[in-house]
């Protein structure tokens, strides 16, 4: 076997190892967190006023222009970039690709083709729970 033929075989080796986990897609190999238990202080910060949003442990939170808060994860789904949101379109936005996902994480526009996870929210008093 000579250099060429041993190099296109680690090649092949490596391949065989690592693409089944990636058959669904490269969105399916990032780490998604689906464990979220988390509680947020909406009395200060971005989260205070309507239209604000933070993110905390790879979840985007929004308080919409209603009062109403929304969490969702904050990678897009297409490339990983943190999305924003835009509170006049209650949407959630990538700035890399313009991808462009509903309240709900859905898409609304790609080149991203799947959802963002959606996670649970409940408000006590000021402290807001985010939760899977």
Do not use: W
């Amino acid at each position: 076997m000579d250099r060429k033929e041993f190099l296109s075989q680690i090649g092949i080796g490596a391949a065989v190892l690592f693409v089944p986990a990636c058959i669904g897609g490269l969105s399916s190999c990032k780490k998604k967190n689906t464990n979220v238990n988390f509680t947020i202080d909406t009395s200060t910060g971005a989260l205070a006023t309507n239209g604000g949003f933070v993110v905390s442990n790879s979840v985007i939170v929004a308080r919409t222009n209603a009062g109403t808060f929304i969490a969702v994860s904050v990678a897009c789904t297409h490339q990983g970039i943190n999305v924003n949101y835009n509170a006049s379109n209650n949407v959630f936005v990538c700035p890399a690709h313009n991808s462009i996902f509903d309240p709900t994480g859905a898409v609304l526009q790609g080149p991203a083709t799947t959802s963002l996870t959606k996670y649970n929210t409940a408000l006590t008093g000021t402290s807001l729970r985010v939760y899977s």
